[in-house]
């Protein structure tokens, strides 16, 4: 019986020649990753070891992006914990204020996650690296704490479910949406502690936006990874991002074991919106036009890439937020702010009455930069809306694609891109 392409992974860390589904491995890490939420305690935790040093300070990643730049003294603290450990073990990835972006962009995108790496962090989006060919996942600040010390963390290896994608897709129909499709078919716990393996002749013409985005969202489904194979696109995507390392490209074997497989014509996906209160919830967005809301919120480290922003801005170009709707615009790193600058798309949102952020991960957990006060709505391109996620537990949070985003915006009501961009 052949592996898949996590099984291969977790067996290169564990010094195995095999790892099947349900073994119980102790993995060498590449990476580990602590934000301003969970770092304080995990770096609380790892003093109480006795380590005199951590296993390696050029693998640890220490971001603070939740509730940053500090937006009260109880942020600045936090932050301040996270300065004083990197600055006494000498860590080489502390990223602050204009030099930090959500972490889940940001690692990518500064080369620290590597295609066939072992990846840990101790936030459950940590996933998002699954679209690299690496096996990244979320874990507690305590399991964090003893990767920092040992450099190795306790995993029992997952089953995996194959989701192959198939078809061309539609106009406006994006990474978001295949993901949302895919949950509101398996619902939240469709895949509960498995590997969301995404395949198919339709990955060939995602972005890595897209693939980001999908992998991003595997958790929302229980799972413990999402993952796809590194191809031409994943190879221009590192280069230069290297740093002299050596990615290690796995494909998952013909006779692979699965779990399940999982089918998905992505011709038949129109843009969805996932309703409140889970991201299961999903409907075409096209038959929620009655829906009239308050806020949208495009950034987060599911939806805050370059492509993201363009997206939003060709739907809004020409165009003004509705009087009644407040657009919050939030890049997902400095680059990607940059070059939301070089290429007008900063014009596009500010002309249309749109803010335009400081990369952070804000009004995703209801943090700030955007709150919501009871009783409205937003259409958001993060990853959750359970209740009171982004604000007040009676407001209301519906997930969408950046399109279907600025075209709500200008509508004041859940509306489709081609509502607003005429052909």
Known sequence: MGMTITEKILAEHAGAKRVGAGEFIMGKIDLALGNDITAPLAIQEFEKTGAAEVFDRTKIALVPDHFQPAKDIAA???????REFARKYKIAHFFECGRAGIEHALLPEQGLVLPGDLVIGADSHTCTYGALGAFSTGVGSTDLAAAFATGE????????????FRGERNDWVSGKDLVLTLIGRIGVEGARYQTLEFAGPAVAAL????????????????????????????????????????????????DANYANKILIEVGEITPVVALPHSPANVKPAAECGDITIDQVVVGSCTNGWIEDLRAAAKVLSGHKVHPNVRMIVIPATPIIQRQAMREGLMDIFISAGAAFSTPTCGPCLGGHMGV?????????????????????????????????AAASAVKGRIATPEEVVKK
């Open 76 to 82: 600045a603290e936090q932050v301040k914990i996270m």
């Open 153 to 164: 963390v306790w995993l029992k290896a997952p089953e995996t479910i194959k989701v192959e």
């Open 372 to 404: 919501l006060a009871p009783g409205e709505r937003a259409v958001a391109t993060t990853n959750r809306n359970f209740v009171g996620r982004m604000g007040h537990v009676k407001s209301e949070v519906y997930l969408a694609n950046p399109a279907v």
């Open 207 to 254: 972005t890595m936006a897209d693939r980001f985005t999908i992998c991003n969202m595997a958790v929302e489904a229980g799972a413990k990874n999402g993952i796809f194979a590194a191809d031409d696109k994943t190879r221009n995507w590192i280069k230069g991002r290297t740093h002299g390392r050596k990615p290690k490209f796995f494909t998952s074997d013909s």
